[in-house]
């Protein structure tokens, strides 16, 4: 088994962009009209102060931001592979990339706090237990500047599936098929197996790796946003994930 930071930069990160399914310029579009609905609805600074992106990924989020106006955007991530395509893409764009695990957080130096923090899709589930969920939350608030929104996505795997549903198809087309095969054996993580068949000359082959992910119930998730001294404006989904927006008072 290994750790998410493992899993990510040796096997993961070469299938990442491939996985979304859509072009990476339709999902920063994406992005951007999620970002730019919470911003509507729940204000931030005008104009646009620093960002962060906690665990940006190869930057749908980061581009995002620096087209809102946001800036420096500052990106972190664990993974080196998905940070450089991040700085292919990035252009002109004031985008700061950090290599360092969430866990590393409170290192971060603070030059401004940021008015708008995102931890967007599964990073939040990536982090090693809950109790280092709770120092995340302390550290982006200490990081955020008052009135300051943090907005956070992730999947809610509280409820255990069973039988042949705990094998979820990702994607497929002529030469890849992923699959994710999800092992619920404890009440906080589950493993997570992620199946690769790529074709290849001599036929598919089946690249495979596993890793734990965190189980947190959404109520779970609030509260503690709460405890960190954060008000949570809205809860949630956003398509398949759970989405919760907290504002520092």
Request: aromatic share 8%; glycine share 8%.
């Amino acid at each position: 088994m290994s750790s998410a930071r493992e899993h990510y930069e040796h096997f993961l990160a070469k299938h990442y962009l491939w996985m979304t399914g859509i072009p990476f310029e339709e999902k920063v579009k994406e992005q951007q009209a999620l970002i730019e609905r919470t911003i509507k609805e729940f204000g931030a600074s005008t104009p646009p102060g620093p960002a962060l992106d906690l665990g940006s990924g190869p930057g749908f989020q980061s581009i995002a931001l620096a087209q809102l106006g946001f800036t420096p955007v500052i990106a972190i991530d664990s993974s080196t592979e998905l940070l450089k395509e991040l700085t292919v893409r990035s252009g002109a764009h004031d985008i700061k990339t950090i290599e360092m695990d969430l866990i590393s957080l409170a290192r971060l130096p603070v030059e401004e706090p940021a008015s708008l923090a995102l931890c967007m899709g599964d990073t939040l589930t990536h982090l090693p237990s809950r109790r280092d969920v709770l120092q995340f939350f302390t550290d982006v608030f200490a990081r955020l500047s008052t009135g300051g929104l943090f907005v956070i996505t992730y999947r809610d795997l509280t409820s255990e599936l069973t039988g042949t549903d705990r094998f979820i198809p990702v994607r497929s087309d002529g030469e890849k098929i992923m699959i994710c095969f999800l092992e619920f054996d404890n009440a906080e993580s589950a493993l997570v197996h992620d199946l690769v068949h790529v074709q290849g000359a001599d036929g598919w082959i089946l690249e495979k790796s596993c890793y734990r992910k965190l189980r947190l119930p959404q109520r779970w998730v609030s509260q503690e946003l709460q405890n960190a001294g954060f008000h949570v404006v809205s809860e949630g989904l956003d398509g398949r994930f759970t989405l919760l927006i907290a504002r520092k008072q």
